[in-house]
């Protein structure tokens, strides 16, 4: 029996010191971790384009794809979700077969060292990319390329869970994410109210 549970944490990430805080904003501070964090999500999409073109043999196709989604999951996942932004995510099973979802940030006096350059690298790779498999499902189903689906249902499922996993380490993990959309909703539309009134 499994039981979804989430704690959030703000650790120090992988040993991290907190010594290193002279960070020049806008500079790349990670440039491989940055390179793989869009190589693979982009090859696979690539791969996807235009396997007809370069190759008629849908098995070839299909395996390149699910080998670069695969290596993009791990990657974001494991390595470029915590050097690039200073966050991670997984999930545990405890002694009594209960799952526990674990979501960190790096900790609060230590955000100076994230670099924004490649924060803003990380997070339009982490956004951009599942709405171009959205895209693929709904072109796999209107142009009856059934063959096609599973792929790409694969490739959203796994951006969409790396999406959603970091998301929840950035608003915190124990946090409901409709309740935060309704309270932003709630605050635009005071703000909007309060235009109106302050109006001519």
């Not at 099973?93 to 803003?120: C, I, P, Y």
């Not at 709904?138 to 792929?151: E, G, N, P, Q, R």
Request: hydrophobic share 45%.
């Amino acid at each position: 029996m499994f039981a979804c549970c989430q704690e959030s944490q703000d650790a120090p990430l992988f040993g991290e010191d907190d010594d290193h805080t002279k960070l020049k904003k806008s500079k790349i501070r990670h440039p491989m971790a940055s390179f793989f964090h869009l190589f693979f999500r982009t090859s696979a999409i690539l791969v996807y384009l235009l396997c007809d073109i370069f190759s008629s043999r849908f098995i070839v196709c299909m395996v390149t794809i699910i080998l670069l989604l695969s290596c993009d999951f791990w990657t974001v996942k494991n390595v470029s979700g915590r050097l690039l932004v200073g966050l991670r995510w997984w999930n545990k099973v405890d002694e009594d077969g209960k799952s526990h979802w674990v979501f960190e940030s790096r900790k609060t006096h230590s955000l100076n060292m994230t670099s924004s350059a490649e924060s803003r690298i990380f997070w339009l790779g982490l956004i951009v990319c599942p709405i171009f498999w959205i895209i693929f499902v709904f072109s796999s189903i209107l142009s009856f390329k059934i063959k096609w689906l599973a792929v790409v249902i694969m490739g959203l499922v796994l951006q969409w869970a790396n999406l959603y996993g970091y998301v929840r380490c950035k608003v915190g993990g124990k946090s409901n994410l409709s309740s935060i959309a309704k309270n932003y909703l709630g605050v635009q539309i005071f703000k909007q109210a309060m235009k109106k009134t302050e109006g001519p």
